[in-house]
C-alpha cells in the first residue's frame, strides 16, 4: 500500500531530524509518539546502542500469570497462521512470559532481547510498544521507524495496558509483536480484545478467592467466641478478640505461621510459642478454590500466658538448628546451635517430651535436615543417664541388625546405666523384606523387657506414599516433623558459626556480611548438609580469615527452583566463574564463554544466578 509506505518515509525523516537536532516538526507523527521520542532523549537512551536490562526477580506464580496464561494460549492458536509473538509483561515492563507462533521471529526477538527476564521500560530502550503503554496509561501501535531505537524498527508491536478492574491499577502490558511487513491494525483490535479478557479474568479470580476466604472467615466467626485470623495473598483480617489479646508483633508471628501451615500437609493445626512467652493453639481451615490455596482461617487459643524466666542449670535450648556430627560434651563443636526460629523451637520441644515420657517417636522431614543429630542430642540432653544405638536404614533390602544386636545384647546393659535408645534411620527405604526383618526385631525389643526406647527418621515425601514402611508406623505413639532449612533461615546466622567451628581444621575462619547474605538468600534444597559441603569447599578456598562471596560455590549464587542436573550444574559454575572473571560484567562474561547475550541472560533465569 503506497500510502502505507509513504507515511513510514515521513516518520523515518522525522526521526532521523529528531535525532540530529532535537525535535521533529512534522504532523507526520503522532503526538503520543513525538512525546515518547522527547521522554527516550531526556532519559539518555541511547538510539543505536541501547540495550534492554535484565532482571531475575520476576514473580512467576503472579495472578497476574495465572490469569493471562488461558487467554494467551487461545489468542496464540487463533493467530497461529501468522508470524508473531505473544508478550506479557508486569507493571515494570518486565517480560514475564513470550510466545511465539514461528521459529524466525523467535530468533530476532531474541537478538533485541525480547525475552523473559529483560526489562522494556521506555527509559531503557526508547519508545516501544510495552513501554510507553506503561507511559501513556493507554493501548497502542507502535509500527517500524515509530520506534526510538533503530534495531526495533523491522517490528509492529500493539501494546495494551492491564488495569485491575477492582482498583484501576495498571498490573502489566499484553503486547503483540510482528515484522513490519505482517502488520496490521488489527493487532490493536485484538490485544485490546484479548486485555478484556484478562482484566475479566483477574475480577473473577479475585472476587473468588477473596469471597471464599471472606464467607469461611464469617462463618467461623460466628461460631467462636475467640480469636479468630484470616490470611491469604495480601489479605489479613482479624475479628475484635484477636485485635484485643494479640499485641502486633505476636499477631505478625501467627500471621507468618498461618502461612507455613497454610501450604503445608496435614491437619492445619500447632501449639506455638509467641515471642511474649505466652503459648497458643492455632486450628485452621484451609480455603481452596479450584486447585489452589487461596487461604486460612485461624482459631487462636492461648494455652498458657507467659511466665517469668527462671534460670536452671541444663535449661533446655530455645531452638536447634544442627545436622549430624560427632557428639560431645557440652559446649563442644558438636552441640546444636540455638536459635529464635518458631519451627526449630516446636521440633526441639516435641522430641524432648517424647523421649522423656519414652514414647516411641516418628521423626519426619527433608534429607539432610537434621533428623537424626536433633535426636541424638536431646536425648544426651534430656536422659543424660542413656546412651544410643544408630541403626541404618540407607540399603533398600534390611537395616544394620546384626551390630545392632550385639551392642543390645543383655549382657551389655549392666555396662551403661539408664536406659538405650535405638535410633533407626531411614526407615521409608526398606523393601517388603526388609519391613519385615525390622519389624521382628521390634517385636524382639518389646519381649527382651529391656530399658530401651524407640525412634525413627523417614523422610517428608514418603509420609503419604504407598510404601511397604508403612505398617511398622503402628509401633510408634509420637510424631514429630523437622522443618527444612529454607523454612528456618533465621537461624542460618548462629548455624554457619557453629559448622564452621566444628569443621576441621578450626582456624576460626568466619563469613563476610557479604557472603552470609549469600548465604541466607539460598534455598538449600539439600539442608545442612549441603550447607556444610559449601562450607568445606570455601574452607579450602580461603582456610583462615573471612570467607568471601566468591570463596563459596556456584550453586550458592544459585535460586533456581527446581534441582539442575549434573550438566546443568556444571554449566551453571562456568558461568559464575565468567561472571566473576568479567566483575559482573554480562557482555564479557558472555564473550568469555562464546554464547550471545540473550542466551547468558536467559540461563542465569533458569539457573538462578545471583549475578547483581
Not at 518486565?94 to 526489562?119: C, H, K, W
Not at 485490546?192 to 469471597?211: F, G, K, P, V, Y
Not at 539442608?527 to 562471596?549: C, K, S, T, W, Y
Request: some cysteine.
Amino acid at each position: 500500500m503506497p500510502h502505507v509506505r509513504l507515511k513510514r518515509l515521513k516518520i523515518a525523516a522525522a526521526r532521523a531530524d529528531f535525532l540530529r537536532f532535537g525535535r521533529a516538526e512534522t504532523d507526520a507523527v503522532p503526538s503520543v509518539v513525538a512525546a515518547s521520542w522527547q521522554r527516550s532523549f531526556t532519559a539518555g537512551v541511547n538510539a543505536a546502542t541501547a540495550q534492554a536490562a535484565f532482571h531475575a526477580d520476576l514473580d512467576m506464580s503472579s495472578r497476574l500469570m495465572r490469569c493471562a496464561r488461558p487467554v494467551i494460549a487461545r489468542l496464540g492458536d487463533e493467530m497461529a497462521q501468522m508470524p508473531l509473538s505473544i508478550v506479557l509483561t508486569d507493571n515494570r515492563a518486565r517480560i514475564l512470559s513470550r510466545s511465539e507462533t514461528d521459529r524466525t521471529i523467535a530468533r530476532q526477538l531474541d537478538d533485541v532481547s525480547l525475552a523473559q527476564g529483560f526489562n522494556y521500560a521506555e527509559g531503557s530502550v526508547g519508545t516501544n510498544g510495552i513501554g510507553t503503554v506503561l507511559e501513556s496509561g493507554q493501548p497502542l501501535y507502535i509500527v517500524g521507524p515509530e520506534h526510538f531505537h533503530e534495531q526495533l524498527q523491522p517490528f509492529a508491536c500493539a501494546g495494551s495496558p492491564i488495569r485491575d478492574p477492582l482498583t484501576g491499577r495498571v498490573e502489566g502490558v499484553l503486547d503483540i509483536t510482528c515484522l513490519s511487513e505482517f502488520a496490521s491494525p488489527l493487532m490493536h483490535s485484538l490485544v485490546r480484545s484479548a486485555t478484556h479478557d484478562i482484566e475479566h479474568n483477574l475480577l473473577a479470580d479475585r472476587s473468588l478467592r477473596q469471597q471464599a476466604l471472606f464467607d469461611t472467615f464469617v462463618r467461623v466467626d460466628a461460631r467462636s467466641r475467640g480469636a479468630v485470623m484470616a490470611v491469604g495473598g495480601t489479605m489479613v483480617m482479624g475479628n475484635a478478640a484477636a485485635q484485643n489479646l494479640f499485641d502486633m508483633t505476636e499477631q505478625r508471628t501467627i500471621h507468618e505461621h498461618a502461612r507455613y501451615l497454610m501450604l503445608g500437609a496435614g491437619t492445619a493445626a500447632d501449639h506455638i510459642e509467641l515471642s511474649t512467652g505466652r503459648r497458643v493453639y492455632l486450628h485452621g481451615k484451609r480455603v481452596v478454590v479450584g486447585s489452589d490455596v487461596a487461604g486460612i482461617v485461624l482459631s487462636v487459643d492461648i494455652v498458657a500466658e507467659a511466665v517469668a524466666p527462671v534460670a536452671a542449670q541444663g535449661a533446655a535450648p530455645s531452638g536447634w538448628v544442627q545436622d549430624p556430627a560427632p557428639a560431645g560434651p557440652a559446649g563442644a563443636p558438636g552441640t546444636p546451635q540455638r536459635g529464635p526460629s518458631l519451627l526449630g523451637k516446636r521440633a526441639v520441644e516435641g522430641v524432648s517430651r517424647a523421649l522423656v515420657a519414652g514414647t516411641a517417636l516418628l521423626v519426619v522431614g527433608e534429607a539432610g535436615c537434621g533428623k537424626l543429630s536433633l535426636v541424638s542430642e536431646r536425648y544426651r540432653l534430656e536422659v543424660p543417664e542413656g546412651r544410643s544405638v544408630v541403626v541404618r536404614c540407607a540399603g533398600p533390602d534390611r537395616a544394620n541388625l546384626t551390630d545392632a544386636r550385639a551392642r543390645l545384647a543383655p549382657a551389655r546393659f549392666g555396662e551403661a546405666r539408664g536406659t538405650v535408645l535405638v535410633i533407626f534411620t531411614n526407615i521409608d527405604r526398606l523393601d517388603a523384606v526388609g519391613v519385615l526383618e525390622l519389624e521382628a526385631f521390634f517385636v524382639e525389643l518389646a519381649a527382651s523387657g529391656s530399658p530401651v526406647a524407640m525412634a525413627a527418621t523417614v523422610s517428608q515425601d514418603s509420609v503419604n506414599a504407598d510404601l511397604p514402611f508403612q505398617q511398622l508406623l503402628a509401633h510408634f505413639g509420637q510424631a514429630v516433623t523437622v522443618a527444612p532449612l529454607r523454612h528456618r533461615v533465621e537461624e542460618l546466622p548462629e548455624l554457619v558459626a557453629g559448622l564452621l567451628q566444628a569443621l576441621p581444621p578450626r582456624r576460626g575462619a568466619t563469613l563476610s556480611p557479604a557472603a552470609l547474605r549469600l548465604v541466607c538468600r539460598y534455598s538449600w534444597p539439600r539442608n545442612i548438609r549441603e550447607l556444610r559441603q559449601a562450607l568445606e569447599f570455601a574452607l579450602l578456598r580461603r582456610p583462615v580469615g573471612e570467607i568471601q562471596e566468591d570463596d563459596l560455590p556456584g550453586h550458592c549464587h544459585s535460586g533456581a527452583e527446581r534441582l539442575l542436573t549434573p550438566l546443568e550444574t556444571g554449566e551453571r559454575d562456568l558461568i559464575v566463574s565468567a561472571l566473576h572473571d568479567a566483575n559482573g560484567n554480562r557482555v564479557h562474561a558472555a564473550a568469555a564463554l562464546g554464547i550471545a547475550r540473550s542466551s547468558l541472560y536467559r540461563k542465569i533465569k533458569s539457573f538462578g544466578i545471583d549475578a547483581a
